[in-house]
Protein backbone atom coordinates (compact mmCIF):
# COMPACT_ATOMS: atom_id res chain seq x y z
CA UNK A 1 0.00 0.00 0.00
CA UNK A 2 2.80 2.18 0.60
CA UNK A 3 4.69 1.72 -2.76
CA UNK A 4 1.37 2.80 -3.95
CA UNK A 5 1.19 5.76 -2.18
CA UNK A 6 4.59 6.78 -3.04
CA UNK A 7 4.37 5.49 -7.00
CA UNK A 8 0.96 8.10 -6.94
CA UNK A 9 2.94 11.00 -5.46
CA UNK A 10 5.95 10.45 -8.09
CA UNK A 11 3.40 10.76 -10.74
CA UNK A 12 1.35 13.52 -9.50
CA UNK A 13 4.99 15.62 -9.04
CA UNK A 14 5.71 14.93 -12.78
CA UNK A 15 1.86 15.44 -13.73
CA UNK A 16 2.41 19.42 -12.16
CA UNK A 17 5.74 19.98 -13.50
CA UNK A 18 4.96 18.66 -16.86
CA UNK A 19 2.06 21.67 -16.67
CA UNK A 20 4.40 24.58 -14.68
CA UNK A 21 7.02 24.15 -18.07
CA UNK A 22 4.58 24.19 -20.16
CA UNK A 23 3.39 27.70 -18.49
CA UNK A 24 7.41 28.79 -17.58
CA UNK A 25 7.98 28.73 -21.26
CA UNK A 26 4.58 30.85 -22.18
CA UNK A 27 6.32 33.60 -19.94
CA UNK A 28 9.70 33.40 -21.70
CA UNK A 29 8.83 34.53 -24.97
CA UNK A 30 11.93 36.60 -26.05
CA UNK A 31 11.48 38.75 -29.24
CA UNK A 32 12.02 35.79 -31.77
CA UNK A 33 9.31 34.53 -30.12
CA UNK A 34 6.79 37.10 -29.99
CA UNK A 35 7.26 37.75 -33.76
CA UNK A 36 6.84 34.16 -34.45
CA UNK A 37 3.14 34.98 -33.44
CA UNK A 38 2.83 37.69 -35.10
CA UNK A 39 3.93 35.99 -38.29
CA UNK A 40 1.41 33.27 -37.25
CA UNK A 41 -1.54 35.93 -37.35
CA UNK A 42 -0.19 37.10 -40.28
CA UNK A 43 -0.45 33.94 -42.05
CA UNK A 44 -3.79 33.00 -41.02
CA UNK A 45 -5.07 36.18 -42.72
CA UNK A 46 -4.53 34.57 -45.62
CA UNK A 47 -4.59 30.67 -45.11
CA UNK A 48 -7.67 31.28 -42.27
CA UNK A 49 -5.48 28.51 -40.35
CA UNK A 50 -5.59 30.56 -37.06
CA UNK A 51 -4.53 27.31 -34.81
CA UNK A 52 -0.79 28.48 -35.01
CA UNK A 53 -1.52 31.99 -33.17
CA UNK A 54 -0.83 32.19 -30.03
CA UNK A 55 -4.10 34.72 -28.49
CA UNK A 56 -4.69 35.43 -24.93
CA UNK A 57 -7.99 34.19 -23.87
CA UNK A 58 -8.76 38.07 -23.43
CA UNK A 59 -7.42 39.19 -26.53
CA UNK A 60 -8.47 42.44 -28.08
CA UNK A 61 -8.14 43.67 -31.79
CA UNK A 62 -9.10 47.48 -32.26
CA UNK A 63 -8.93 49.02 -36.03
CA UNK A 64 -9.18 52.17 -37.68
CA UNK A 65 -10.17 53.05 -33.89
CA UNK A 66 -12.84 50.70 -33.67
CA UNK A 67 -12.77 47.57 -31.68
CA UNK A 68 -13.13 44.66 -33.72
CA UNK A 69 -11.52 41.82 -31.47
CA UNK A 70 -13.03 40.84 -27.66
CA UNK A 71 -11.50 37.52 -27.20
CA UNK A 72 -9.47 34.88 -28.18
CA UNK A 73 -11.62 32.95 -29.37
CA UNK A 74 -13.61 35.07 -31.23
CA UNK A 75 -10.63 36.06 -33.35
CA UNK A 76 -9.82 32.29 -33.88
CA UNK A 77 -12.90 32.16 -34.98
CA UNK A 78 -13.17 35.41 -37.57
CA UNK A 79 -9.44 34.37 -38.86
CA UNK A 80 -11.29 30.72 -39.88
CA UNK A 81 -14.61 32.12 -40.94
CA UNK A 82 -15.18 35.81 -40.77
CA UNK A 83 -16.29 37.45 -44.85
CA UNK A 84 -13.58 40.45 -43.73
CA UNK A 85 -10.89 38.21 -43.70
CA UNK A 86 -12.40 35.47 -46.72
CA UNK A 87 -11.88 37.94 -49.20
CA UNK A 88 -8.24 38.29 -48.31
CA UNK A 89 -5.95 36.27 -51.11
CA UNK A 90 -2.68 36.93 -50.03
CA UNK A 91 -0.13 38.34 -48.12
CA UNK A 92 3.04 39.86 -49.08
CA UNK A 93 6.09 42.44 -48.47
CA UNK A 94 6.23 41.53 -44.91
CA UNK A 95 8.47 43.13 -42.47
CA UNK A 96 8.78 42.73 -38.62
CA UNK A 97 10.17 44.68 -35.72
CA UNK A 98 10.49 44.77 -32.28
CA UNK A 99 9.71 48.04 -30.28
CA UNK A 100 12.04 48.89 -26.92
CA UNK A 101 8.63 48.19 -25.05
CA UNK A 102 8.56 44.15 -26.43
CA UNK A 103 5.56 45.40 -28.91
CA UNK A 104 5.89 44.07 -32.43
CA UNK A 105 5.55 46.08 -35.25
CA UNK A 106 4.57 44.15 -38.49
CA UNK A 107 4.04 45.96 -41.93
CA UNK A 108 2.52 44.15 -44.97
CA UNK A 109 0.44 44.56 -48.05
CA UNK A 110 -3.12 42.14 -48.36
CA UNK A 111 -4.19 41.15 -51.83
CA UNK A 112 -8.05 40.88 -51.79
CA UNK A 113 -10.45 39.59 -54.00
CA UNK A 114 -14.00 37.98 -54.78
CA UNK A 115 -13.73 34.59 -56.58
CA UNK A 116 -11.24 35.16 -59.64
CA UNK A 117 -11.51 38.72 -59.53
CA UNK A 118 -8.65 40.91 -58.09
CA UNK A 119 -10.32 43.55 -56.45
CA UNK A 120 -7.63 45.86 -54.62
CA UNK A 121 -4.23 45.93 -52.35
CA UNK A 122 -4.36 47.34 -48.78
CA UNK A 123 -1.32 48.19 -46.89
CA UNK A 124 -1.19 47.06 -43.27
CA UNK A 125 0.57 48.49 -40.33
CA UNK A 126 -0.51 45.89 -36.87
CA UNK A 127 0.81 46.57 -33.54
CA UNK A 128 1.02 43.03 -31.40
CA UNK A 129 0.91 43.58 -27.62
CA UNK A 130 2.28 40.37 -25.68
CA UNK A 131 1.09 38.83 -22.37
CA UNK A 132 2.81 35.98 -20.57
CA UNK A 133 3.88 35.07 -24.66
CA UNK A 134 0.59 35.12 -25.85
CA UNK A 135 -0.89 37.88 -28.19
CA UNK A 136 -3.03 40.48 -25.86
CA UNK A 137 -3.75 43.72 -28.20
CA UNK A 138 -3.49 43.98 -32.06
CA UNK A 139 -4.23 47.22 -32.80
CA UNK A 140 -4.54 47.94 -37.42
CA UNK A 141 -4.30 50.51 -39.39
CA UNK A 142 -4.94 49.96 -42.91
CA UNK A 143 -4.32 51.96 -46.28
CA UNK A 144 -5.97 50.68 -49.39
CA UNK A 145 -4.40 50.91 -52.86
CA UNK A 146 -1.03 49.93 -51.02
Known amino acids: MRSRSLLLSVLVGVIVAGAGAGVASASACDDACRVDGARAYVAA ?4 DPSAVPFHPHATRVEAGLPTGFSGDQLRADLRFGPQYRIIR ?8 VRGDGVVVAEFTLSVGAGPVE ?11 YDDGLIREI ?7 G
Open 139 to 145: VADIRIG
Open 119 to 129: LTTARVHETFR
Open 45 to 48: LADH
Open 90 to 97: AVSDETYR
